[in-house]
């Protein structure tokens, strides 16, 4: 497959393919790099010969070629953070170091194959700092205008028509980016009250923080710190680096190169001064936020030592949640060197090693032992085919199979159609309580809640229910994409609807809570099998009731008053009326957040929004998903 892409770009992914064979970077003949014709993206493709046999490592990386804290020029300086958000600020500014450095980067091979404008993900939509009339970008249009309007003056050879086209030029690069930033704003209006939002906030330390926050945070804090006394004020610095492999790469130039200098870094050093966004003259939130977005759409957890790391090439793959290739890395390595065999760390757990050596922060990818070189164990990272990929076809990896549509508009900057994963959540302080929403109540009643989810067992029996599901992972107050409820949301709304069709506060005891919604979870069960038995009695294939359900069912229809203990809730079916009347409310207080006629506005959207149809899709996509739980909800009640 080919595509008609520029000069440049071509350059781009030469420049790549030759990093990668310095650097032993080895990609499968079967397959290759393809640049867009449009946005100059690169992606993997397959050949002439289908890849039909499994596993198969299609891509070796060793892991000198990583990109991490612990291998570039701040290494030994960037706080180590293994997980989390603080290991995504962390890679931020390691990459974001790398960058500063331009051509003198050792990395640079790989460096400039990534987008030069950052990736468009919602989480800066709203950010003032990232996107903004007034920015760098508008800056530059404007010094790029003067620059050709003193060329003009300067050499008789420039026309007035040649002034007037880069007038033209400027104008509409002016224009793009009041375009740019408007659909920005209207897609973070667009994303107020759906899930987007909530993937704006991250739970660490027990307590939510603002994803934005904690990246001003630590930008100021932390990374203009560093960057400042490191001397890394722009993209194409003087500053050398004793004994790193920038000294050999300039050994290695010919005269010419060095008198004339690099043709790519000279293109480069005009991208930069004709507004290429990493190309900062100095470094800024807005250029460290750029690095942000390149590491949250497409890092890799490497190993123990390494961490969360830019992984060349690896990167490259897209993402479908079928896909055909995974990353296959040893994690288990040398926490001090990073090696993957012996080395001289490897010592009995009882022995400390010398504070020199265990204080020792290596600068730069780790080097392998004797043991490891004499074995010929390699220390890589793989990218490893898992099903048979046909050929003249792009070949896909996966950033995660239980993504939602939020998740991925967030750290990604795009959104699959039909998404399974997508879910609409609610927060405990969004869910009604039986009497008051007192502080006091609410902590009274959610520790009574927490006691029935861990008693009551009935999670695994919902199995046989379209309306309920366990959830898997750890949105458990949530509503998903076939508009089921989960066991941990069920739960609190039966108990909000007995509590307000009996006895509550200090009356209700734990055994008689499990018991009261242990009959209705089985009302529950045979309303649904009633209803599918009326949609199939047509055809002959009705369901044969369950006789422990129908007698329960029996019990439960039989009006009267509270229990034996006066703990009942009375008419079962009132109380089945209550429990969707609470989920009713849920859903139309959630569809009240949400922007409303986002179909009739996508329908009218103008071309170019992109990030605004993104942003509209999701809010139809949720309203869809609500509105559908309401009807099966409200169906059952009528049964």
Request: with cysteine.
């Amino acid at each position: 497959m080919t595509s008609n892409i520029s000069n440049n770009d071509n350059n781009r992914l030469s420049t790549l393919l030759s990093w990668c064979s310095e650097n032993n970077i080895r990609i499968d003949p079967n397959i290759h790099l393809v640049q867009d014709e449009i946005n100059g993206r690169i992606s993997v493709w397959s050949k002439d010969t289908p890849i039909e046999s499994y596993p198969v490592t299609l891509v070796t990386i060793p892991k000198s070629a990583v990109l991490s804290v612990r291998s570039c020029v701040l290494a030994g300086q960037i706080p180590i953070a293994h997980y989390g958000h603080k290991a995504h600020l962390a890679l931020s500014l390691a990459l974001y170091s790398e960058i500063l450095l331009g051509p003198d980067s050792r990395f640079f091979g790989y460096i400039q194959s990534l987008p030069l404008r950052g990736v468009e993900i919602a989480l800066f939509w709203g950010s003032d700092d990232y996107y903004d009339n007034n920015d760098k970008d508008q800056d530059l249009g404007d010094q790029h205008h003067t620059h050709h309007s003193q060329r003009i003056q300067d050499q008789d050879q420039r026309t007035q028509a040649h002034h007037e086209e880069c007038t033209r030029d400027h104008h509409r690069h002016k224009d793009h980016n009041e375009r740019e930033n408007k659909d920005r704003k209207l897609a973070y209006l667009w994303s107020k009250g759906t899930e987007i939002e909530k993937e704006l906030w991250v739970d660490e330390d027990g307590r939510k923080k603002n994803l934005l926050e904690e990246i001003r945070t630590y930008y100021f804090c932390i990374a203009e710190p560093l960057l400042r006394l490191s001397n890394l004020s722009g993209p194409f610095s003087s500053r050398r680096r004793p004994g790193r492999p920038l000294e050999r790469r300039e050994e290695k130039k010919s005269d010419e190169e060095r008198q004339g200098g690099d043709e790519l870094g000279q293109e480069r050093r005009g991208e930069a001064e004709e507004g290429d966004e990493l190309g900062e003259e100095r470094y800024s939130l807005k250029g460290f936020m750029k690095a942000y977005s390149l590491v949250s759409s497409r890092a890799f957890l490497v190993d123990a030592y390494h961490g969360l790391a830019m992984v060349p090439i690896a990167d490259a793959f897209n993402h479908v949640q079928d896909n055909h290739v995974h990353l296959e890395s040893d994690f288990d390595v040398c926490v001090t060197c990073g090696s993957v065999g012996r080395c001289e760390h490897d010592e009995d757990d009882d022995m400390l090693l010398d504070s020199s050596s265990s204080d020792e922060i290596h600068d730069g990818p780790p080097v392998l032992s004797n043991e490891e070189e004499e074995d010929g164990e390699e220390n890589t990272c793989e990218m490893v085919s898992n099903v048979p990929i046909p050929p003249h076809s792009e070949i896909f990896n996966t950033y995660g199979d239980k993504l939602t549509n939020a998740q991925l508009l967030v750290r990604y900057g795009f959104m699959l159609d039909g998404n399974e994963n997508d879910v609409v959540r609610f927060e405990v302080d969004e869910l009604p309580l039986p009497l008051s929403n007192g502080e006091e109540e609410r902590r009274k009643f959610r520790m009574f809640y927490e006691e029935m989810i861990r008693s009551w067992s009935w999670d695994a029996q919902w199995t046989e229910s379209e309306l309920v599901y366990n959830p898997s992972s750890s949105m458990v107050l949530a509503i998903n994409a076939d508009a089921k409820v989960t066991h941990h949301l069920w739960v609190w709304c039966a108990l909000v609807a007995i509590g307000r069709n009996g006895k509550w506060e200090d009356d209700l005891s734990a055994e008689g809570a499990l018991g009261l919604m242990t009959e209705l979870a089985e009302k529950v069960i045979y309303l649904e099998r009633e209803i599918a038995g009326g949609r199939t009695e047509n055809n002959g294939s009705g369901s044969e009731d369950n006789d422990d359900y129908g007698k329960a069912a029996e019990a439960m229809e039989e009006d009267g008053a509270d229990g034996e203990d006066g703990t009942g809730p009375g008419n079962s079916r009132t109380v089945l009326a209550d429990l969707v009347r609470t989920l009713a409310g849920l859903c139309r207080a959630r569809s009240k957040q949400l922007g409303s006629c986002a179909e009739e506005a996508l329908d009218q959207l103008e071309s170019g929004m992109a990030q605004t149809r993104l942003a509209m899709m999701e809010v139809v996509g949720e309203r869809s998903l609500l509105e559908s739980c309401l009807s099966v909800w409200e169906e059952l009640t009528a049964a």
